[in-house]
């Protein structure tokens, strides 16, 4: 082909927008193209428009070239050692992420569709006009420019909210980060989280999220207990202008917002029944309709659910539909509590100390042995959240950089570390001469503190040097109801 047939006269206008985002000057172009009016041509006009630009005549000097680096090719595809379009393969399988916009005098629909799955970022047949080639290019770099930006973004959530932030080294805990990345690379739609309250339920959710393809889009959530009946099946599903008093105008829900993303059900035990009919409907057909609504909306969303609650106590009860416990069991993730890992306690107390202390000003503090071991004992009815609480208080409360026992909550660190006195009148609790489990004394004196304090959890929690959590967490480990007085 000759030359002089490359290029079509130009158009009268200044110089073309810059992408948005990085500097012209660190952007490089590498143009191959065997044709050397083209190669200069081009080079003259995208250097005055701010690029680097490297050349290239051959398939061979194009591949040495291409080693250096560069954010996009434009690549002829008949070169006199070897084919473009073979070559765009060869540089996608290198670097997937790179535009490569090809040129070719032969611009048929075929080749053009060749190229496209080949992966070739846009097509532009010769003769171009140089106006038409500067959009094009801009539009790829703009493009790549996106595209990175949303991978860092993705990476920098996955760093923060990811399955590297959960903590623990007891094989519990080891088997559920497992899960969770098994999990989130698979298409299951469904997933059902259980545990207490405060081991982290809301974490294992975001990094279902955040490890999956679906990091990109929307994380959104709701706590069912928060909202009345009517404002969680509108916060969830949506209203139309005037479904209701307050509705003055259409309001789209929080499934339909988070679209390819994930919707997290916190607390969903406790989902009025009439909303969880309509739950079911969704999680069966992946549609619903707006509360006043008539026209069905489909959307593609990961729905994680989350109870404290036993779902099949609440099924047995009538409080939840059996129909919708089975759909929500389709995948089922267990976080045992704190007290069956103490291992993980002093994993993540290490950890909540040293974040603190960045956060307080107080770098390099670090919890005692002694202290330490008390963690290590205590069965932390709060589970993580009482642990983070309490190595936060004594971070910004203690007077070094060591956490030492007196430094932790009194119901952590006993009496000795407050240097609280002994029973009134220097009185002991004697021991038999046969001996007693000691889990009996324990629930004996829990027992007289209840009935003291008419079972008030409060009250005798402070007779025991307990708070109300700690209280409650005994009393359902031994059983004690009010039957038991008397």
Not at 2 to 28: F, I, V, Y
Not at 378 to 398: D, K, Q, S
Request: proline share 5%; charged share 30%.
């Amino acid at each position: 082909m000759e030359g002089a047939l490359w290029l079509r006269e130009r158009k009268p206008g200044g110089r073309l927008p810059r992408p948005m985002g990085e500097s012209m000057a660190t952007q490089t172009i590498l143009v191959v193209d065997d044709e050397e009016l083209v190669r200069w041509s081009l080079k003259e006009r995208l250097t005055q428009e701010g690029y680097k630009v490297r050349e290239a005549a051959s398939v061979a000097e194009a591949r040495r070239l291409f080693a250096k680096g560069q954010d996009l090719v434009l690549l002829d595809v008949r070169l006199p050692d070897g084919d473009g379009v073979a070559l765009l393969e060869e540089f996608k399988q290198a670097e997937p992420d790179l535009p490569v916009v090809l040129m070719t005098a032969h611009g048929t629909v075929e080749n053009a569709v060749l190229a496209m799955r080949a992966g070739a970022y846009d097509y532009v047949s010769k003769p171009f006009s140089m106006e038409e080639m500067l959009l094009v290019l801009n539009r790829a770099l703009e493009a790549v420019h996106l595209r990175r930006e949303v991978n860092r973004i993705r990476r920098e959530n996955r760093k923060q909210f990811g399955v590297d932030r959960i903590l623990g080294v007891s094989p519990a805990m080891v088997e559920l980060r497992d899960l969770i990345r098994r999990i989130a690379a698979s298409q299951s739609a469904t997933v059902l989280v259980r545990g207490e309250s405060g081991v982290g339920k809301g974490l294992v959710a975001q990094a279902i999220h955040y490890e999956s393809d679906r990091a990109a889009f929307p994380f959104t959530n709701i706590t069912c207990t928060a909202l009345s009946e009517t404002l969680l099946e509108s916060e969830l599903f949506g209203h139309e202008k005037g479904a209701f008093t307050d509705a003055r105008s259409a309001k789209r829900g929080l499934l339909e917002v988070a679209d390819k993303g994930t919707v997290f059900l916190d607390e969903v035990g406790d989902m009025p029944i009439s909303v969880q009919g309509k739950l079911l409907r969704f999680l069966e057909d992946r549609v619903f309709r707006k509360v006043g609504g008539l026209k069905d909306i489909e959307v593609d969303v990961r729905v994680v659910a989350a109870t404290n609650k036993d779902l099949e106590k609440e099924v047995e009860k009538g409080r939840f539909r059996e129909d919708l416990y089975y759909r929500l069991k389709v995948i089922p993730l267990e976080i045992p509590p704190l007290r069956k890992r103490p291992e993980d306690a002093v994993v993540l107390a290490e950890e909540f100390a040293a974040q603190f202390g960045r956060e307080f000003k107080k770098p390099g503090t670090r919890i005692s042995p002694e202290a330490m071991e008390l963690i290590r004992k205590y069965p932390w009815p709060g589970n993580v959240r009482e642990l983070r609480n309490a190595v936060e208080r004594a971070v910004l409360l203690g007077s070094g950089e060591v956490i030492r026992p007196a430094d932790l909550p009194e119901e952590i660190a006993g009496p000795a570390a407050e240097g609280r006195s002994a029973p009134p009148g220097g009185g002991r609790i004697q021991l038999p001469p046969g001996g007693i489990p000691l889990e009996e004394v324990e629930r004996d004196l829990l027992l007289q503190a209840l009935e003291r304090t008419d079972w008030n959890f409060t009250q005798a929690g402070k007779l025991l040097g307990l708070n109300r959590d700690q209280v409650r967490y005994r009393a359902e480990k031994f059983g004690l109801t009010r039957e038991e007085e008397g």
